[in-house]
C-alpha cells in the first residue's frame, strides 16, 4: 500500500505544480495585454504605473463597491440625514402650544433654538474625533439615540426651564451627522458615485426639513404637543432600530492611531489653508441661507408689499428650488472635476438675482420663480461643495475634517439670525438681501482659493517627501 500512496502523492503534486504554472502563464498573458511585463522568477517586483494598475484592475471580476451596496449605503446614509433634519424642527412649529401652556415668551423659546445650535455646534467638532477613533457607526446610532429620546423627554417636562438640558442632549445627537455620515460615504461608496451620495444626503436633509413642520404642527394640533413629541419620538425609535439593522454597510475609516488625535495635536490640520478655507466657506453661506429661510416672508412683504401668503409661499418655492437643484448638482458634480467652478458659478448667480431683488426691480407677479432659481443655483452647489471638502482631507481625518468644517453651519446659523434681526429691527430689509448677496461672494472666493490652496499643498507634498 505503502508505494501505491507514494505514487498517488507524486501524481497530485505534479498535477498541483502543473496548475499553478498555468496560473503563472494566464498571469503573464493577462499582464502583457494591457500593456505590462511579468517580472521574471526571483527579479525585484516591477513598480507599474498607477494608470496601469487602474487598468489592470478593470479586468477583476470582484469590484469592490458593487452599485446594490452603494445603493444601500447611500440610502441609509440619506435616511439618517432625513431623521436628523425632521428632528431639527420637531420642536419650533408647537411654540404656540409651548407658549400658552407655560405662559411664556417667544424671546425664552427662541434662546431654546439658539442653545440647541451651540450645543450642536460643539458636538459636530467633537463627534468628528470620535468619528476617527471608534469609527462612524456607533456615533452615528448614538446621536439619533439622543435626537429621539430627548424629544421624548420633551414630551413629559413640567416646565419651560426643563426643556434647555432636554435641547442640549438633542443638540449634542445633532452635531454627530454631518462627521458620521460623510465619513461613511467617503469610505464606502466608489468615488464615481460620491456627487450622486452627496446628492441624496442633501435631499433627505430637505424632506426632513420640509415633512417636520407638517406632522409636528398637526399631531399637536390634533393631540395636543405633548403626544406629538412622544410620537415624533417613537418613529425616531423605529428609524433607529431600522440603522442597527444595517450595520454591516455603515463602515468608516479609523485613524492609523487613533490615540494621537486630539485637539491639541489636530490644530495644525484644522489650520491647514484649504480646510480654514471650507469653515468659513460654511459659515457665509450658511449665515445667508437661515437669513433667507428666516425673513423672507418680513423682507418681501416690506420691499414688495406683497400678501402673507405670496411671501410665504416664495419661501417655499425656494426650498423646493433648493432640493431640485440639490438632484441636479449630483449630475453636474459627477461629470466634471472642477467642483469649484459649479459651486462659483452657483453663488453668483444667487448673488446676482438677490441684487436685482433687493432693488425692488422684480414684478410681484414673477417672485415665485425668481425664489426658485436662487434655491436651483444653490441646491446646486451641495454636491460640489461636499466634494471640495472631500478634496481637502486627509484619509484617515474624515471625521475630524467635517466635524471641524461642518461646525460652521452652526456658527453661521447663530451669527445670521441676530445680525439680520438687528437689520430689520432698525427698518433696513434691502440692506439684508445686499448683505445675503454678500455672503454668497465672500464664499465664491473661499472655494476659488480652496483650490489654489490645495494645488499648492500638493505641488509641496512630493518635495517634503
Known amino acids: 500500500m505503502a508505494p501505491a500512496c507514494g505514487h498517488l502523492s507524486r501524481e ?21 495585454r494591457v500593456g505590462g511585463a511579468a517580472p521574471s522568477s526571483g527579479a525585484t517586483p516591477i513598480k507599474y504605473h498607477s494608470s496601469f494598475a487602474a487598468r489592470f484592475s478593470a479586468l477583476d471580476t470582484t469590484h469592490p463597491h458593487p452599485l446594490r451596496r452603494d445603493a444601500r449605503v447611500i440610502g ?3 435616511f439618517a440625514h432625513m431623521m436628523s433634519h425632521f428632528f431639527q424642527l420637531a420642536l419650533p412649529p408647537l411654540f404656540p402650544l409651548l407658549r400658552a401652556e407655560f405662559d411664556t415668551s417667544y424671546a425664552v423659546l427662541g434662546t431654546l433654538v439658539g442653545v440647541y445650535y451651540a450645543s450642536s455646534g460643539v458636538s459636530q467638532f467633537l463627534s468628528g474625533f470620535a468619528v476617527d477613533r471608534v469609527g462612524a457607526r456607533p456615533i452615528l446610532l448614538g446621536g439619533l439615540a439622543l435626537a429621539a429620546g430627548g424629544v421624548i423627554l420633551a414630551s413629559f417636562v413640567p416646565g419651560v426651564g426643563w426643556l434647555f438640558p432636554i435641547v442640549v ?13 460623510f465619513a461613511i460615504l467617503n469610505a464606502s461608496v466608489a468615488p464615481r458615485r460620491l456627487g450622486h451620495a452627496y446628492s441624496t444626503h442633501g435631499i433627505g436633509g430637505n424632506l426632513g426639513y420640509a415633512l417636520a413642520p407638517v406632522v409636528s404642527f398637526a399631531l399637536g394640533s390634533a393631540f395636543g404637543w405633548r403626544a406629538a413629541l412622544a410620537s415624533m419620538g417613537a418613529v425616531g425609535l423605529v428609524a433607529l432600530a431600522l440603522l442597527g ?57 416690506s420691499v414688495y408689499g406683497v400678501s402673507l401668503a405670496l411671501a410665504t409661499s416664495t419661501l417655499t418655492a425656494y426650498l423646493l428650488g433648493g432640493a431640485a437643484g440639490i438632484f441636479t448638482g449630483g449630475f453636474l458634480a459627477a461629470r466634471t472635476s472642477r467642483h469649484d467652478r459649479v459651486a462659483a458659478s452657483g453663488m453668483l448667480i444667487a448673488a446676482s438675482v438677490l441684487f436685482v431683488v433687493a432693488m425692488g426691480a422684480v414684478p410681484p407677479a414673477l417672485l415665485l420663480p425668481v ?73 465664491i472666493g473661499t472655494v476659488i482659493q480652496v483650490r489654489t490652496a490645495s494645488t499648492r499643498r500638493a505641488s509641496i507634498a512630493p518635495e517634503v517627501a
Open 371 to 443: 425664489f426658485v432659481l436662487i434655491g436651483f443655483a444653490m441646491g446646486a452647489t451641495g454636491p460640489s461643495r461636499d466634494l471640495i471638502v472631500r478634496a481637502a482631507t486627509p484619509k484617515g481625518a474624515a471625521g475630524r475634517v467635517y466635524g471641524f468644517v461642518y461646525s460652521g453651519l452652526d456658527l453661521g446659523g447663530i451669527i445670521g439670525p441676530v445680525a439680520f434681526g438687528v437689520m430689520l429691527d432698525h427698518g433696513h430689509p434691502q440692506a439684508m438681501l445686499l448683505a445675503v448677496a454678500s455672503c454668497y461672494l465672500m464664499a
Open 169 to 181: 442632549l438633542m443638540g449634542i445627537g445633532n452635531g454627530v451627522f454631518h462627521p458620521a455620515d
Open 12 to 32: 497530485r503534486n505534479s498535477a498541483q505544480r502543473r496548475q499553478q504554472e498555468s496560473g503563472r502563464c494566464e498571469a503573464d498573458r493577462r499582464i502583457r
Open 245 to 301: 439593522t444595517q450595520r454591516a454597510i455603515l463602515q468608516s475609516h479609523r485613524a492609523a492611531d487613533p490615540h494621537s488625535h486630539t485637539v491639541k495635536s489636530s490644530a495644525s490640520l484644522f489650520l491647514q489653508m484649504p480646510i480654514l478655507l471650507c469653515f468659513f466657506y460654511f459659515v457665509f453661506v450658511t449665515i445667508a441661507g437661515l437669513g433667507l429661510q428666516t425673513f423672507i416672508p418680513t423682507v418681501l412683504g
Open 76 to 78: 441609509m446614509v440619506g
